[in-house]
């Protein structure tokens, strides 16, 4: 039978049963959306009641990309409701009964940023209380999310070690696929480093807080991408044939041209550099060469998303430390399909004549601008466009008056198999 809901929620499929919690799919009928609905059973006693409405809205009340949203909490004649979001994908659970543990390419980022979102929801003194692999979501367009808030906790109590130490086990058997304490995920996961299997093993053992769990999982090093490398085919033979035969032609009538000999083209040689002169320093070298970096400002602009995108990693690509950078989500999509773009504002103290920009190659962006900090993308006013390449892009700005700068972002480059996102290491406005 579906719960008692607002009369703005139209329930449609019952998705089944998590301990004592029905799911269902259902409608904001006001907003025109699909929306996940969480009822707890009927006849529940005060004390369960009031707990789970507790930890429905500890949930609300934290924004993260990591947690999945609440969006209503409501409680009436010995039951409870509340309303999250619906991003239509499975969880890591799901994934398991298929046979499909996590890729290493999407391990990483997003184990990380659910020990982020974690840190969050205890920030606010809050704990979980029921992490296990039924409780994260995964979705092709969407982070992996923690959810499933309000369960039946050991004795009523959890804690933040009992937290950190139940993701860092889900977290384990979400990339190995076992649930062995013995497997460890670089024994088993190709491009994996044995340092995951210390940091989970860490988070096990309660050694690690939440936040110290995200900082380690970042600083994992990603496995480089090897492409495999083709072997001899005879069906190259004629053609490496003819080329020698051609070269050897070339030298014998004795061209004037200068040959590249690793071009199958047969083009003529680019100079070479001069191995002695100084690579340019493209993060303290403002463009236009003598003119002066103006201090800025700048926060996430995403009014395609969810609102947020690595918000605090912003003053990273404004500190002038190549080290340190912004990054985008992880899209497991190119943007383009996803979203009109994603971008980041800044407030100038001055009047910019030129920008520079540094990060991930093969990003393309825009340069806008509009008199006012304003949230409609239609606002802002094309100044210029460009891709980002080895050596980063210094563009020439216009005149314009006091306003907000918008670096947008509308593609972002293909890092690893099927795992789309860019960081930006340095933007620097000088005038």
Do not use: C
Not at 335 to 346: I, R
């Amino acid at each position: 039978m579906p719960p008692k809901l607002p009369p703005r929620y139209r329930t449609q499929v019952r998705l089944g049963r998590d301990q004592d919690v029905e799911e269902w799919l259902a409608t904001d009928t006001a907003l025109d959306r699909p929306v996940l609905v969480r009822a707890l059973a009927q006849g529940s006693d005060d004390l369960r009641v009031t707990r789970f409405v507790a930890a429905s809205r500890a949930a609300a009340s934290v924004s993260h990309p990591h947690l999945s949203a609440v969006y209503e909490v409501g409680s009436e004649d010995g039951t409870a409701f509340a309303i999250l979001e619906w991003n239509g994908g499975v969880s890591v659970a799901d994934r398991l009964r298929a046979s499909d543990p996590l890729p290493p390419v999407e391990f990483l980022p997003n184990a990380a940023g659910l020990a982020g979102g974690l840190a969050a929801l205890h920030d606010i003194g809050s704990v979980h209380g029921g992490i296990d692999p039924s409780a994260i979501e995964l979705s092709t367009i969407h982070p992996a999310k923690l959810g499933a808030y309000g369960r039946v906790t050991r004795n009523g109590i959890g804690t933040a070690r009992d937290d950190v130490s139940a993701l860092g086990r889900a977290l384990r058997v979400a990339v190995t696929g076992s649930e062995e304490p013995d497997v460890r995920p670089s024994q088993v996961v190709e491009g994996l480093p044995a340092r995951v299997d210390a940091v989970l093993s860490a988070a096990e053992a309660g050694e690690l807080d939440a936040a110290g769990l995200a900082a380690a999982l970042r600083s994992v090093p990603a496995e480089p991408r090897h492409r495999g490398s083709r072997g001899w085919s005879w069906g190259w033979t004629v053609p490496a044939a003819m080329l020698i035969v051609a070269m050897a032609l070339l030298g014998l009538i004795g061209l004037t041209i200068e040959v590249d000999p690793d071009s199958p083209f047969l083009f003529p040689a680019s100079p070479s550099p001069d191995p002695t002169a100084a690579a340019p320093d493209a993060t303290t070298v403002p463009p236009g060469g003598d003119r002066a970096t103006l201090e800025a400002a700048g926060k996430v602009f995403d009014p395609f998303g969810e609102g947020t995108e690595n918000d605090d990693l912003v003053a990273g690509m404004l500190d002038a430390d190549p080290d340190t950078a912004w990054s985008t989500e992880r899209y497991f999509t190119p943007l383009s399909s996803l979203k009109p773009g994603v971008g980041v504002k800044f407030d100038v103290d001055g009047a910019p004549v030129a920008v520079s920009v540094r990060g991930s190659v093969g990003t393309r962006f825009e340069v806008l601008w509009s008199d006012t900090d304003a949230g409609d993308l239609d606002v802002y006013e094309p100044i210029a466009a460009a891709t980002i390449v080895a050596a980063g892009v210094d563009l020439q700005l216009p005149p314009r008056p006091d306003g907000t700068w918008l670096l947008w972002l509308v593609e972002l480059p293909e890092q690893s198999e099927g795992v789309y996102f860019a960081e930006l290491h340095t933007v620097a406005f000088s005038g």
